[in-house]
């Protein structure tokens, strides 16, 4: 009856039998800790992430959208003026490309030129510095086939009376699509 190979099947377990390994439970500890880590890095990531992209989205509403261009040419066909439309300032923005400049008695005025319209007028260029700056909305463009500048007494000529010709600039607006 008393076989060395044969279990006793009738021993009532103990509770110290039932216990979980001590490496078990570090083990387990050490995987909960390693998530939680895990999981404080991804939202610290996510969170930076979105910084990041709030701030090149301001980044980008600041950049000027250059939606008008033109490049007027002078009478020997040289580039002498670079006019372009920042519609969310609201300003034309001019850019001299070669050294001519008014004399004392004159003013340069930059006329919008529509076909079979007259000239009107978007401004005086009263600063002699190589870039600069006018005032202008959108829709004083729309339509304008070229921009011109003429040369016109201190201070330019009203719009009613127009521009002195020929031309000093004249070349082509370019209505860019977005």
């Known amino acids: 009856m008393n076989d060395p190979h044969t279990v006793p ?3 009532p377990r103990t509770p110290a039998s ?4 001590p490496w078990w439970r570090a083990l387990a500890i050490v995987l909960l800790l390693a998530l939680m880590l895990g999981w404080a890095a991804s939202a610290s990531l996510y969170e930076q992430l979105k910084a990041q992209i709030g701030h090149l989205q ?9 939606r008008h261009i033109a490049v ?4 020997q066909g040289t580039a002498a003026m670079l006019v372009t439309m920042d519609p969310q300032a609201g300003v034309l ?3 001299r490309l070669n050294e001519v400049k008014e004399g004392r008695e004159d003013s340069m005025q930059l006329w919008a030129v529509k076909d079979g319209q007259a000239p009107r007028s978007l401004g005086v260029i009263e600063s002699k510095f190589k870039t600069l700056q006018l005032p202008a909305q959108e829709a004083a463009l729309a339509g304008v086939a070229e921009l011109a500048i003429s040369v016109e007494d201190k201070g330019g000529v009203p719009e009613a009376q127009g521009p002195r010709l020929p031309w000093l600039f004249k070349g082509a607006l370019v209505h860019k699509a977005i």
């Open 9 to 11: 099947t009738d021993t």
């Open 18 to 21: 039932r216990r979980v390994s």
């Open 58 to 66: 301001a980044k980008v509403a600041n950049v000027p959208q250059i």
């Open 72 to 75: 007027l040419l002078d009478d």
């Open 93 to 95: 923005q001019l850019q």
